[in-house]
């Protein structure tokens, strides 16, 4: 016991430490949601029936969900406290796990740490309200911690070639999870099927178990997409985005594009910049002829950054505000302003040297390149087909925490896979110091602002 806790003592402390900062910090929100939500469980003439019947016909197919939050409002918070402690430490636990496969030069308790604050490195007006906030929690956090749970066995068996009968019982609750929201719906049923062609790539025998976890999603998938609610949800939501009824599909997957990078690319920049220095490191540790590759490595990561921070920067002096708030501005008018048109530009720039980088890696080092370019590709994904969603500019910054939870993944398995180096260390110690400081940041928030930031 005390060998497996010094073992393991990175993830020890955070549990403890994630599990204080939920009981001592965090509470319902009153002005926002949840106090919508109790007031509604704690009526007199409450009923599950009756308001999952409702909600499915007029709102959403997000029944899981909402029965899960009708059912702690109408319990002491303290259990909400517990079960998001327990998510938090189960997904620190599913990237150790996934660190554990490769190879690196970073050590062990140094890939433990990086795990442990995966969920600090991104903005905390993403993290905030996907993980601290009653009512986004179970939208946000639940379904990835059920994607997580939903790729454990596919994981264990890709890369240790076995079947782990607990991990695969748990990856059928993972995908009830993950299916009960629209991006974590779509994402669970791709990586099912995703994992199936690796399966086949790899030539493993293929076990029919796995076809739980494809035949639930399914089911899910129809179930969350088909409800009467969607639909109209849909439609009243679009009263705030007049345009969206007008644009054609091509104007919906630029404004899911656009918007994706304002917040991905031009607020989570320390993401994108760690992102592709590691990327970098693991190309030009795996090129034989270094002096060109260093070059061309050096030129992009110098594009990135410029793109990333100085671009953004521009515009915020210029007086256009942050690049999400352009973005915005200029898809409710229909009219794109100079700025804007430098960030989209700017944007496909990044895009396309973060994608041109990851299919590198996995031409050169598939065991490693291709979980990255997997992770990359979903997150992406997720953040584009917002797009679609008349909501894209009424929910805030939050509906990209499942893009940014991808990417963090994909930067476990890279800090856990590149050789260590001075370039490899500075992008490890820039992570660290940013959630560390975003950990320090949420203490004095949650301690004396009423409504800590929930972008």
């Not at 690796?198 to 088909?226: C, M, R």
């Amino acid at each position: 016991m005390k060998k497996a806790i010094k073992d393991n003592l990175p993830l020890v402390i955070f549990g403890l430490g994630i599990t204080s900062f939920m009981l001592i910090f965090t509470r319902f929100f009153m002005k926002m949601d949840d106090g919508n939500f109790l007031g509604i469980a704690l009526a007199p003439d409450f009923s599950y029936q009756d308001f999952l019947t409702a909600r499915y016909n007029n709102i959403s197919g997000r029944t899981i969900n909402e029965f899960l939050v009708m059912f702690f409002c109408r319990h002491d918070i303290i259990w909400w406290k517990l079960f998001t402690s327990a998510m938090l430490i189960f997904i620190a636990c599913f990237w150790n796990k996934l660190s554990s496969f490769f190879s690196g030069g970073f050590s062990k308790n140094q890939r433990q740490i990086f795990c442990v604050l995966g969920f600090f490195m991104m903005m905390v007006s993403c993290l905030n309200p996907s993980v601290f906030w009653f009512a986004g929690c179970i939208t946000y956090l639940f379904p990835f911690a059920g994607l997580c749970a939903a790729s454990l066995p596919f994981v264990i068996y890709l890369y240790e070639n076995r079947v782990s009968l607990p991990a695969t019982a748990l990856s059928v609750l993972g995908c009830i999870a993950a299916c009960s929201q629209e991006q974590g719906s779509v994402c669970c049923l791709c990586l099912v099927i995703v994992f199936f062609v690796f399966i086949k790539i790899k030539k493993l025998s293929f076990k029919p178990v796995f076809l739980l976890d494809l035949i639930v999603s399914v089911g899910l998938t129809v179930h969350l997409f088909t409800s009467p609610g969607m639909v109209n949800r849909v439609a009243s939501e679009a009263e705030n985005f007049k345009r969206f009824e007008e644009m054609n599909l091509a104007d919906k997957l630029l404004c899911g594009i656009c918007v994706f990078f304002a917040n991905s690319f031009y607020l989570s920049v320390v993401l994108i910049v760690v992102l592709t220095a590691l990327l970098s490191v693991m190309i030009y540790s795996l090129s034989e002829n270094k002096a060109p590759v260093k070059k061309i490595l050096i030129a992009l990561n110098a594009l990135i950054a410029f793109a990333c921070i100085g671009i953004n920067a521009f515009c915020c002096v210029s007086g256009k505000g942050l690049a999400h708030m352009l973005m915005r501005r200029d898809f409710l008018k229909g009219e794109f302003s100079p700025e804007a048109i430098t960030l989209i530009a700017f944007g496909f720039a990044v895009l396309t040297a973060v994608i041109s980088l990851s299919v590198f890696l996995a031409v050169k080092n598939p065991q490693a390149g291709l979980p990255v370019l997997l992770c990359l590709t979903a997150g992406f994904g997720c953040a584009m087909m917002m797009g679609f969603s008349s909501s894209i500019f009424a929910s805030g910054q939050r509906v990209y925490f499942m893009t940014n939870m991808l990417i963090i993944t994909a930067l476990v398995i890279l800090v856990s896979s590149v050789p260590k180096n001075k370039a490899s260390q500075k992008a490890y110690s820039l992570a660290v110091f940013y959630a560390v400081a975003t950990v320090i940041i949420n203490i004095f928030a949650f301690t004396f602002a009423e409504h800590p930031l929930m972008g």
